[in-house]
């Protein structure tokens, strides 16, 4: 049967046939072939098939419901369930005549179900080419309140599925009185995803009378008392106003947005103060949203500043104002006593609970001289650039937690400097929060401690950070400024996995920094490479091809063991009861010869040597078949364990029976005596043996590779073009 003939069942009515479809013939000369079996004659072009239920064997398994057209026929496969229904062309204008001319539940539920069969691509196409918006557009202004609803869902899906480009501006107007409105929700939900479609696909100008009716802060207000997915589609509607607009107008709105109030809005109202767990959806519009309100309120500070400016011979005076010399200096002036608490001058878990200190003693305030013999500088930073955020940074530290501070600068000091090391901080926060670049497309990160942060996150949040990284010197015992480098990347990395766990306040932040320790990163790197190793060895086509290349010599490496053990021999039982074996002494001996031809037995006494009292032989030519089980001859109308391990050797003259006193002996000389008849050796102990060698080759041919960079390439190295010819006889040696 040629692969385009398909078996499917055709629901017409009540009836349910069974139909050899050929998908090569046009769709309008199927379905009029069904029309006339089933005397519908003339009436074929307002009939449609439509997919009931798509086959097991479709890749897409959301095509229920969906009409068959030239571009999904070869979804059609067989054990698809079709049925005839009317065509989107008959069913719109159905539905039309009913909205048109009824009132109440009868043009309610009509619209319902346009609104649902506007799902489908084909039907939403057939919708918008006999004008169907513009109807439902004139329907808005005298629309019921339970019909909003359904008309702004046929609106919103023709424009997902790229049929319909542009609202007019009653449309327009619509969907910005149900959004400032006070409407039901489900309508609300409607009106912003059609908010967000007009924004990203329509002309500039029907963005911009969207932008000039609502205001960011506006629709951020209807986040309170809503549902999650009207909360998602808020948030959409704000990132698209934001990420769409230009550079003056989004300046505005974004440092509108920037007071702590809308941030506070959103823990509250979206994250549930943080008991609520956002989906990847919603998670990801959170991403976007902390990405450009930190670009926007850090962005200034990230600019780059000179301390030494080697042209002018001259500091900047706002680098003169905040140095650390002089943060230093009015940190020295503090009245302090032995007396004084430290609980407002150390890191501390959210100012209410035990300071968040080191485990280990805390270093002197001065250093021994001797100590930074075994350290290196990393360079002189007179001439290094830090950014404004710098040193906002370290007077907020130095203010807040003045004790934390000055033992920072000391440690700093045995690397290098404290400017030096909090710009190392601030570029690994920038990083892992990414400051100074965009979102990323799919990333789900988002913190909620910045959402519900009052003032100062960036500040806090560097606080906690520089005071981690040196726990992690000291636990690294860092002493070359190469070290200093793997202590950032353990910061970036710790940073990372404490604000993945999506902390909601600084107590929890410092509570996940202590259990992501520099010991712990190291071992979830080494786990990251294993995995990513053995997930090598696993789907590497180049390593399948090395482990098919090695699997036969492993085979015949394994089959040598096992008939080596044969070789050397071994005593078996004459009674299913090991134990009255032993009391009776009675066992016997079997060994295969060196030439591999004759096996030798008799029995066996522990008093003599193994081999002096076999006189028995059979040949392994003469051995017609290995019986296993239930099947040997000796285990007939017995009773014995299940898990006895038992198997004859059967050959011309009977069969000789051994009892194996254990699984390995029993794999040993089963898969020996078949590899001696010559058979396949398919026994699961085998297999796994020769990929346990195989995995091991390969494992030591792939530490050849040592720790270069170069990745295994996944596709085989280009063939050379074939010459030009084959005379390769050198004419001069002629």
């Not at 032993?582 to 030798?600: G, T």
Request: proline residues 6%; contains cysteine.
């Amino acid at each position: 049967m040629p692969d385009s003939i398909v078996s499917v069942a055709v629901a017409i009515g009540n009836d349910q046939t069974l139909v050899k479809m050929d998908r090569s013939l046009p769709l309008d000369e199927i379905i009029a072939d069904l029309c006339v079996n089933h005397g519908l004659i003339g009436e074929c072009h307002k009939y449609a098939l439509q997919i009931a239920r798509p086959s097991p064997k479709a890749e897409d398994q959301t095509i229920s419901n969906r009409y068959v057209t030239p571009e999904l026929i070869s979804q059609v496969l067989d054990g698809t369930e079709l049925r005839l229904v009317f065509s989107a062309a008959t069913t719109v204008r159905l539905l039309f005549e009913v909205i048109t001319d009824e009132r109440g539940s009868k043009r309610k539920s009509a619209l319902q179900k346009l609104a649902n069969a506007c799902e489908d691509p084909e039907f939403a196409r057939c919708f918008v080419e006999v004008e169907g918006p513009s109807m439902i557009v004139e329907k808005l202004k005298v629309a019921a309140a339970g019909e909003i609803t359904a008309a702004l869902a046929c609106l919103r899906l023709s424009m997902q599925h790229g049929y319909l480009d542009q609202l007019c501006h009653v449309g327009i107007d619509r969907v910005v009185a149900e959004i400032a409105g006070p409407g039901e929700s489900e309508a609300l939900r409607e009106a912003l995803l059609i908010a967000c479609l007009v924004i990203a696909r329509s002309e500039p100008e029907h963005g911009e009378r969207l932008r000039a009716a609502l205001t960011t802060t506006e629709i951020l207000t209807l986040v309170k008392g809503r549902s999650p997915s009207v909360q998602l589609a808020v948030l959409g509607l704000v990132n698209a106003i934001l990420l769409s607009s230009e550079s003056p107008r989004r300046e505005e709105d974004l440092k509108a947005l920037a007071d702590s109030q809308w941030r506070q809005l959103i823990f509250r109202h979206v994250l549930g103060s943080g008991q609520r767990n956002a989906g990847d959806e919603l998670a990801h519009q959170l991403h976007v949203l902390q990405t450009m309100l930190l670009n926007s309120i850090l962005g200034q500070s990230q600019e780059t500043l000179v301390e030494n400016d080697d042209e002018n011979g001259k500091i900047p005076s706002f680098w003169r104002r905040v140095s650390t010399e002089t943060i230093l200096e009015s940190v020295e002036s503090m009245p302090s006593t032995p007396e004084l608490s430290r609980q407002g001058s150390t890191i501390t878990l959210d100012e209410a609970t035990q300071t968040y200190m080191p485990s280990m003693p805390l270093p002197s305030p001065k250093p021994p001289p001797t100590l930074k013999r075994y350290f290196s500088y990393m360079s002189d930073s007179s001439n290094d650039t830090i950014s404004h955020l710098t040193p906002n940074c370290l007077e907020y530290f130095s203010q807040k937690y003045h004790d934390s501070f000055v033992l920072a600068k000391e440690e700093a000091e045995l690397l290098s400097d404290l400017n030096h090391v909090a710009q190392n901080v601030v570029d690994v926060l920038c990083t892992v929060l990414r400051v100074g670049t965009s979102h990323e497309r799919t990333s789900t990160r988002y913190c909620p401690l910045f959402f519900s942060a009052r003032d100062a996150f960036f500040e806090e949040l560097f606080c906690h950070a520089i005071w981690t990284l040196g726990k992690t010197v000291r636990d690294l015992r860092t002493r070359e400024p190469e070290d200093h480098l793997i202590a950032l990347r353990v910061l970036h990395r710790q940073l990372k996995d404490a604000l993945d766990a999506r902390p909601t306040t600084l107590s929890a932040l410092a509570e996940n920094l202590k259990e992501t320790s520099a010991a712990h990163v190291q071992e979830l790197w080494a786990a990251e490479r294993q995995a990513k190793f053995e997930n090598l060895l696993r789907k590497h086509p180049a390593i399948d091809d090395l482990r098919n290349d090695i699997r036969p010599k492993a085979a015949r490496l394994v089959t040598l063991q096992r008939l080596n053990a044969l070789k050397a021999g071994h005593k078996f039982s004459k009674h299913f009861d090991t134990l009255k074996a032993q009391k009776a002494k009675n066992w016997w001996f079997v060994h295969l010869s060196d030439d591999e031809r004759v096996l030798i037995y008799g029995d066996w006494d522990s008093e003599s040597q193994p081999y002096s009292n076999l006189h028995k032989r059979i040949s392994v030519a003469s051995a017609t078949g290995l019986a296993t089980g239930k099947r040997c001859p000796h285990a007939k109308g017995r009773k014995y364990p299940t898990d006895k391990t038992f198997f004859s050797l059967l050959h011309e003259s009977g069969s000789l029976d051994f009892i194996a006193p254990n699984k390995e002996i029993y794999n040993l000389w089963t898969d020996g005596l078949t590899a001696l008849l010559g058979r396949p050796v398919l026994s699961a102990a085998f297999h796994e043996d020769v990929d346990m060698i195989v995995d091991m080759e390969v494992r030591l041919r792939l530490l050849d590779l040592g720790d270069a960079p170069t990745p295994v390439p996944m596709d085989p190295p280009p063939l050379p073009s074939p010459p030009a010819n084959y005379e390769f006889c050198d004419e001069s040696l002629v």
